[in-house]
């Protein structure tokens, strides 16, 4: 080989950033095709795939917003303050309850036994009432002695 064949080769300069690919020129056949089958570049396509994304999250924040909100308005907070147990057929529960303003609302309360089996069991509906809380003791009749009353759960209706 002679001196003037040999090709000296430098490297590729550095470039920032990403690298981009050199891409074959493209024929108008294959062109023809992209078009055809949907591969062709479309920037309405991208911004349309990123606002339907945005209308999606926006919408799905907004529904939850919707029934955390929906939820924690309809709450009735209850605080136990004693229990009595009267005697094998009967337990008192004392608790505090306090509703939405003006909203009907139920209770179930049961009576427990020492392994903690429901050995009575009772719903109250209750009236609405201006105060914001209010005290309460119902007396829950049983088929075995209980060693203890609780309010299950309270809804409004």
Do not use: H
Request: proline content about 6%; some cysteine.
């Amino acid at each position: 080989m002679a001196e003037s064949e040999c090709a000296v080769t430098e490297p590729a300069p550095a470039v920032r950033g990403r690298a981009r690919r050199a891409f074959p020129p493209r024929t108008q056949l294959q062109e023809k095709l992209d078009d055809r089958y949907g591969r062709t570049w479309r920037p309405w396509r991208r911004r349309l795939f990123w606002a339907s994304v945005a209308v999606f999250s926006a919408a799905a924040i907004a529904f939850l917003s919707w029934i955390t909100l929906r939820n924690s308005l309809d709450d009735i907070s209850i605080a136990e303050t004693g229990y009595l147990v009267v005697d094998e057929r009967a337990v008192t529960v004392s608790f505090q309850a306090t509703p939405p303003a003006g909203a009907r609302f139920a209770c179930a309360i049961q009576a427990l036994d020492e392994d903690f089996g429901v050995v009575g069991w009772r719903v109250i509906e209750y009236a609405p009432f201006n105060e914001t809380t209010r005290s309460f003791t119902e007396r829950i009749p049983t088929l075995a002695l209980a060693t203890t009353g609780t309010v299950k759960e309270c809804w409004t209706i």
